[in-house]
């Protein structure tokens, strides 16, 4: 299985400034995610991160908001831009394996606190 | 759209015993993949298990084990002798070949001493 890393992992920002997470895995992954979790329930998928072109981004996320970068096949970076206190959440990534079942694997997430 | 539905939001058992956490699915595809991932407060994701829609016999990960009925779209978790570090929110999860997850609402787990 993939190992993923991500920093940081926890910030506080003031509203209107930018946070960029990095997300780093171990070996070669075939897609990678970034989803957004509020305490206590379940994953939301921001975005997939595609390698060398613009992320595919689901219903309610824009690039302006959430832009993502994959320059490789191990890194990606989502950056939460123009923050407010409603972006206050769990940001995790995520990629999958190159095996017969492509599974998911997840970072530890990073606790965003916006004041 | 694929849905994916956990209906216990919270369950509760005693250490030593056997839980059984439900999850429920619609779709309308033949070939797909099941999971159950474990959330400890660490917030770590961690795959518990998986099973793909093709086989019949239901997958086991040492205390780990699914029920899998494909007709009644059901995919439940059984956690036998259940020990303190199982405590966790469970996230039942789906998908297609290709496709990108589809995760439940989740069930917290505690486990009592």
């Known amino acids: 299985s993939a190992v993923i890393s991500q920093k940081p992992s926890r910030d506080i920002c003031q509203r209107g400034t930018s946070l960029t997470i990095q997300c780093q895995v171990d070996?070669?992954?075939?897609?990678m995610f970034w989803y957004r979790q509020q305490p206590g329930q379940s994953l939301t998928l921001i975005a997939t991160?595609?390698?060398?072109?613009?992320?595919?981004?689901e219903s309610g996320f824009v690039i302006d908001k959430f832009p993502i970068s994959r320059p490789n096949l191990t890194f990606s970076t989502l950056t939460v831009s123009n923050m407010s206190p409603e972006d206050s959440s769990i940001y995790l990534c995520?990629?999958?394996?190159?095996?017969?079942?492509?599974?998911?694997?997840f970072g530890p997430g990073t606790r965003l606190t916006v004041l | 759209a694929q849905t994916v539905t956990q209906s216990q939001p919270e369950m509760s058992v005693q250490e030593a015993e056997t839980v059984t956490l439900s999850c429920t699915y619609d779709?309308?595809?033949?070939?797909?993949?099941l999971f159950w991932y474990k959330q400890p407060p660490s917030r770590q994701m961690i795959l518990v298990i998986r099973?793909?829609?093709?086989?019949?016999q239901n997958a086991t990960e040492n205390r780990f084990s699914v029920n899998f009925q494909k007709a009644a779209k059901s995919f439940s978790l059984k956690i036998s002798d259940s020990q303190l570090g199982d405590a966790a929110m469970y996230f039942c999860?789906?998908?297609?070949?290709?496709?990108?997850?589809?995760f439940g609402e989740g069930t917290q787990l505690t486990v009592n001493p």
């Open positions: 995520s990629g999958t394996n190159r095996g017969p079942y492509n599974e998911q694997f």
């Open positions: 099973q793909e829609a093709y086989k019949q």
């Open positions: 991160a595609n390698q060398g072109s613009e992320a595919t981004y």
């Open positions: 070996s070669q992954v075939t897609m």
């Open positions: 779709t309308s595809e033949s070939d797909y993949y």
């Open positions: 999860a789906y998908r297609t070949s290709g496709s990108r997850l589809t």
